[in-house]
């Protein structure tokens, strides 16, 4: 069984028309500023441009001065509906080993006076975004959101016991939240990439040495050389497919960052770092 994520997309889009109007009337002049189309897909998997894991929370409660924290690491204590620490299919989060794109909405009226403040835990804090907090000015008012993504090989890094706390903080008011993970996990992937490289370094390797064998040697000792060569391929087979399995196993992490400001956000997956405050209206 192998969990997979398929059509992954982050859409972003925010434009606007700016427009001078000379004071007496006789022209004016117009310009898309901004004019932003940006979309990314990811492929299934655990390389750049690639997720194969996702969750969310929806519409979660915070009353004024309530914190609650998230492990990202394993989500253990979060029951989003098939148990705690599973994701929206009924499957064990344990571990999201990086996270590719987080998307946090203050889903409050955009008149209301809750802020939702995002950062790293006291205790084994989530560093990558930053904080996000009423005292700097970063915190979330009702409709903004806050985007960062990260498609490149390294993702954003979550490490259990040191690197993967975020807490949330309604401020001021009450506040209602949701947040979205696309993410990635190296064990399950590897199955699929594991066999076919397996397969391929076994059929490559099946034939070399023989062929290497058989044209060394004389018709006299043919059945030999065919005896021979097909144990040495075998042996050669399993060597190299063991050396396959481990260097298909072993890619992936690091980190590298990037940020972007938008004013229309359509995600069902990856790319750049959004924090924005919308001044369109409720949930």
């Known amino acids: ?32 500023h901004p004019s932003l189309n940006y979309e990314a897909s990811l492929t299934n998997g655990v390389g750049s441009n690639q997720a194969n894991r996702s969750w969310q929370i929806l519409s979660q409660t915070l009353n004024s001065g309530a914190s609650r924290t998230f492990d990202l690491f394993d989500l253990d204590t ?73 498609p490149h090989a390294s993702g954003f890094n979550v490490t259990d016991g040191s690197n993967s706390r ?3 903080t309604a401020s001021g008011g009450d506040v209602v939240f949701s947040m979205y993970l696309k993410t990635r996990n190296s064990d399950e992937e590897s199955s699929s990439s594991i066999s076919s490289s397996i397969s391929s370094s076994s ?6 040495p023989s062929s290497s064998s058989q044209s060394s040697s004389g018709q006299s000792s043919s059945s030999f050389s065919r005896s021979t060569s ?5 042996s050669f087979s399993r060597s190299t497919s063991s050396s396959s399995f481990s260097k298909s196993t072993s890619s992936e992490s690091s980190s590298s960052q990037s940020s972007l400001s938008s004013s229309s956000i359509s995600s069902s997956s990856s790319s ?4 924005s405050s919308s001044s369109s209206s409720s949930q």
């Open 272 to 275: 750049q770092s959004v924090s």
């Open 203 to 208: 059929q490559s390797s099946s034939s070399s």
């Open 78 to 150: 979060e029951d989003v509906g098939a148990g705690a620490g599973r994701d929206g299919v009924g499957q064990l989060v344990t571990p999201y080993e990086e996270i590719v794109e987080i998307i946090i909405v203050n889903n409050n009226l955009v008149t209301a006076d809750g802020q939702l403040e995002i950062e790293p835990d006291g205790e084994d804090g989530w560093t990558p975004i930053g904080s996000h907090t009423a005292a700097n000015g970063g915190a979330l008012y009702g409709q903004g959101v806050l985007l960062k993504n990260q």
């Open 230 to 234: 097909s144990e040495s391929s075998s």
């Open 1 to 32: 069984m192998a969990r997979t994520l398929e059509n992954a997309k982050l859409t972003i889009k925010s434009t606007g028309n700016l427009k001078n109007t000379l004071s007496d009337s006789s022209g004016t002049t117009t310009i898309n």
């Open 166 to 168: 975020i807490k949330f």
